[in-house]
Every structure is written in structure tokens, then in C-alpha cells.
């Protein structure tokens, strides 16, 4: 997290914290796009212009590909606590972790 080290903000305890990032995409950009541009008001264009509209998507799909590179989010959810929780003994993971 880049937020804050710490779990607490201001009175509020951290209580989830995922990190996500983009996945490289840049092998589907082609198929993408000729998905997308398969409407009937972009065939009615001339083959010259598709062309065009096919390379200047691909150039923007492609620019975002490779700075997603350098992005990603994060859901963090805060709670406001009155009353700090008890020691938890009996503690859980995800089976996934197990395995």
C-alpha cells in the first residue's frame, strides 16, 4: 500500500486491502479491434480509411498496453471503530494460500 505503512488513518482501521494490477493485453489488441470495428457504419467506409481508423486504434491500444505496465489500483476499505476488537485466536486463510 502506498498510501500509509500504518493500519490506522485519521481513527479509521484498515480492515481490506487488495492491490490489482493491469494484465498485458497486447496480444489480444488486433482481435480486439476488429471486433470492435465490426459495425456496419465503419464498413460503409471506404477500405483505405478502415485502414486508417484500424492503425490509429491499434497505436492508442497498444500506447495503453505499455503504460498500464506502470499502473495499477488498490481497494482499501477503512472502518470507524468505538471500542478496539479482542485478540483473535481462531484466524482463517484463503484455501487457495493452502494448496
Same mark, same amino acid.
Given at each position: 500500500m502506498i498510501l500509509s505503512s500504518t493500519k490506522e488513518l485519521s481513527g479509521l482501521e484498515l480492515f481490506f486491502e487488495k492491490d490489482f494490477k493491469y494484465l498485458d493485453v497486447t496480444s489480444? @489488441? $488486433?482481435t480486439y479491434i476488429n471486433i470492435v470495428l465490426d459495425k456496419s457504419h465503419i464498413k460503409s467506409v471506404d477500405i483505405s480509411q478502415q485502414k486508417e481508423i484500424f492503425n490509429r486504434a491499434k497505436h492508442f491500444y497498444t500506447l495503453f498496453c505499455e503504460n498500464s505496465k506502470y499502473i495499477g %489500483?488498490? @481497494?482499501l476499505l477503512y472502518q470507524k471503530k468505538h471500542f478496539k476488537d479482542e485478540v483473535e485466536l481462531y484466524l482463517t486463510t484463503d484455501v487457495d $494460500? @493452502? %494448496?
Open positions: 489480444n @489488441i $488486433e %489500483y488498490s @481497494i $494460500e @493452502i %494448496y
